[in-house]
């Protein structure tokens, strides 16, 4: 069950980029300037694709605990 702990840490690798990147968006729109009505727009769509990182780290978790039982 090896490989299904090394692709768990790759999924969660990959969830963990994802909230790195959405940690950057929100500091970028912040940086900008932009008016209330304009951040809260930006900010809404990088509250979706948080909750989509979160997600995928937590399946990636998810994979590495469940290779580690089966092992």
């Known amino acids: 069950m090896d490989w299904l702990i090394w692709t768990g840490a790759a999924v969660t690798l990959l969830g963990l ?3 790195v990147w959405c940690i950057a968006k929100v500091a970028a729109a912040r940086k900008a300037g932009l008016s209330d009505a304009d951040l809260r727009t930006r900010l809404q769509r990088v509250v979706a694709l948080n909750f989509a990182a979160l997600l ?4 990636g978790l998810m994979l590495v605990v469940v290779g580690i039982l089966m092992a």
């Not at 995928?56 to 399946?59: G, P, Q, R, T």
């Open 17 to 19: 980029a994802g909230l």
């Open 56 to 59: 995928v780290s937590a399946l």
